[in-house]
């Protein structure tokens, strides 16, 4: 889990420790990341309670274009968005996957969200991040 940093810094900083991004490929990957994002931080601009809780993953949308692309080079053969997600910030550009967990709002469109659900959103918000590494076999 890397803290509190833009998508890119936290793509770095994942790598510089020879991780990348993760991915989620089935509904068990997705549960276990988002178990990770209930210590993840608030929204930044509401950081109370209104909003899910929100870590970014190694999906992104390299070229601007609603094509989402795992930092691993996986394939995207699975897909796990909230409702109305992605929304690319109704026009003002998120290009930067992240899975939700908590949540206390009140309101019916985030009430509609489901715990390891995804939402493109805004990469330079400084959410924490999941980082995945190979795992190394000992003798
Ligand atoms: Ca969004």
Redesign the pocket.
Known sequence: MIRNMSYDSADKACNSIGGILASIHNDEEAMFLASFSSFGSMYPNNPTTQYPKQVFIGLFDPFHNQVWTWKDGTPVNYTNWEPN?????GGKG?YCGSIASTWTDSSDFYRAWRIGGW???YCDYPLDSICQKKASHTI
Not at 85 to 89: F, H, L, R, S
């Open positions: 997600q992605p929304d690319n910030g998120q939402d493109d959103e």
